[in-house]
């Protein structure tokens, strides 16, 4: 199995920061793609920020320009620098890793999720 684990999420007031992390353990040949999700009560889960293996980024519209997601291929571990933050981007927040695990032929993809962690913007 591959697991997420993520860290970093708590109440911070409008126009404040956060960093979230999330690491990832088990079975991992590779991981093509890291990102951070989010959803909030009542709403659909929506995707906020990737980063491939290589580098490659993708934002939300709503985030570019003040979430920037980076990688530690190293240490397996993605993280989501959040500033200027506002209160509609109160949620859930998810971690994500898609890759390959190790140890079979053909290569076995997996899509791996982690627990979620709460951030709340609030004055």
């Known amino acids: 199995q591959v697991q997420l684990v993520e860290s970093g999420g708590g109440l911070v007031q409008p126009g404040g920061s956060l960093r979230l992390s999330c690491a990832a353990s088990?079975?991992?040949?590779?991981?093509?793609?890291m990102g951070w999700y989010r959803q909030a009560p009542g709403k659909q889960r929506e995707l906020v920020a990737t980063a491939t293996s290589g580098g490659s980024t993708n934002y939300a519209d709503s985030v570019k320009g003040r979430f920037t997601i980076s990688r530690d291929n190293a240490k397996n571990t993605v993280y989501l620098q959040m500033n200027s933050l506002k209160p509609e981007d109160t949620a859930d927040y998810y971690c994500?890793?898609?890759?390959?695990?190790?140890?079979?032929?053909?290569?076995?993809?997996?899509?791996?999720w982690g627990q979620g962690t709460l951030v709340t913007v609030s004055s």
């Open positions: 088990g079975s991992i040949f590779t991981i093509n793609v």
């Open positions: 994500n890793a898609a890759g390959y695990t190790r140890g079979g032929f053909p290569p076995k993809r997996f899509d791996a």
